[in-house]
């Protein structure tokens, strides 16, 4: 076949390849027409609904606005009212609203305030909780080494030892403890004085050896605590059930008055002038 039959043909192929994406393009473009006049009309009835609505919306305003004309004309001939008092006293109502919207603003500001200021003593007692807080464990921490620096003496009747304390601040410490009761006394040499259960009498008092003598009555018996020394543990039983009771002088104040405490195990009867 030679060249010149071939060539008819080529062009052939190419024009029927054009008319095919031409009509493929032309089809796409009816859809996408119809597609959106679709659309199209969708939205106009769409539109047309809403202006329909808006007018139906007008009408009733209107409607509402001349009965409420009518009923303003009836109100103003039944109570004998002008236009113009009507007006005064819809300003009247207006202004009360307006009173009454800043008084409440008032009242919320006030009381906003007032919760401010509760908040702030609020953390101020919170503030003197935690000082207390830390007061509280310095007195403990204190206490503790107090207890811990106790000196412990062997008392004259019993074979224990017996931790006494020098001070009123050492006995303070020992109360705490809570395994004892102690009552603290000033004696004056020749006088009997009640202390606790029992009776003391001092009689005699050496300033310069640090010594001393006294009486102790208990049980209606007197037993005597001859040349004894500050910070001994003067030992001795009382009761129905018999309980170790000690002594303990602490300071000699004059060569006529001594002080100390007596220390009584919990469970001992409480003195009346004690409860």
């Known amino acids: 076949m030679s060249?010149?039959?071939?060539?008819?043909?080529?062009?052939?192929?190419a024009l029927l390849a054009a008319i095919a994406i031409a009509l493929v393009t032309a089809i796409g473009g009816l859809i996408w027409c119809s597609t959106l006049g679709s659309r199209l009309t969708t939205q106009q009835a769409e539109l047309t609904e809403a202006r329909q609505q808006n007018a139906k919306m007008g009408a009733d305003l209107r409607?509402?606005?001349?009965?409420?004309?009518?009923?303003t004309d009836e109100l103003s001939k039944e109570n004998g009212l002008t236009q113009k008092q009507l007006d005064e006293r819809a300003q009247?109502?207006?202004?009360?609203?307006?009173?009454?919207?800043?008084?409440?603003?008032?009242?919320?500001?006030?009381?906003?305030?007032?919760?401010?200021s509760v908040s702030s003593q609020v953390s101020t007692v919170q503030s003197d909780v935690g000082g207390v807080k830390t007061d509280l464990s310095k007195t403990q921490s204190d206490l503790a080494n107090t207890i811990s620096q106790l000196q412990s003496v062997r008392g004259d009747l019993s074979s224990t030892n017996s931790v006494i304390a020098r001070n009123h601040d050492e006995l303070m410490a020992l109360a705490h403890r809570g395994d004892r009761n102690y009552y603290e006394f000033t004696l004056t040499k020749g006088q009997r004085k009640p202390v606790g259960t029992v009776s003391l009498e001092l009689k005699k008092v050496?300033?310069?050896k640090n010594l001393f003598t006294l009486v102790v009555?208990?049980?209606?018996?007197?037993?005597?605590?001859?040349?004894r020394g500050l910070d001994e543990p003067l030992q001795f039983y009382s009761g129905k059930d018999p309980a170790l009771f000690e002594v303990v002088v602490n300071a000699i104040n004059s060569k006529n008055q001594v002080s100390g405490y007596l220390s009584v195990p919990k469970g001992v009867p409480v003195p009346p002038t004690a409860q």
């Open 217 to 227: 009555y208990s049980d209606d018996k007197a037993v005597q605590k001859p040349n």
């Open 63 to 71: 409607e509402t606005e001349a009965r409420l004309q009518v009923a």
């Open 3 to 13: 060249e010149t039959d071939e060539t008819p043909r080529t062009h052939s192929g």
């Open 92 to 116: 009247a109502i207006l202004q009360r609203e307006q009173t009454d919207s800043r008084r409440l603003e008032n009242e919320q500001k006030q009381t906003a305030q007032q919760v401010s």
């Open 206 to 208: 050496d300033p310069k």
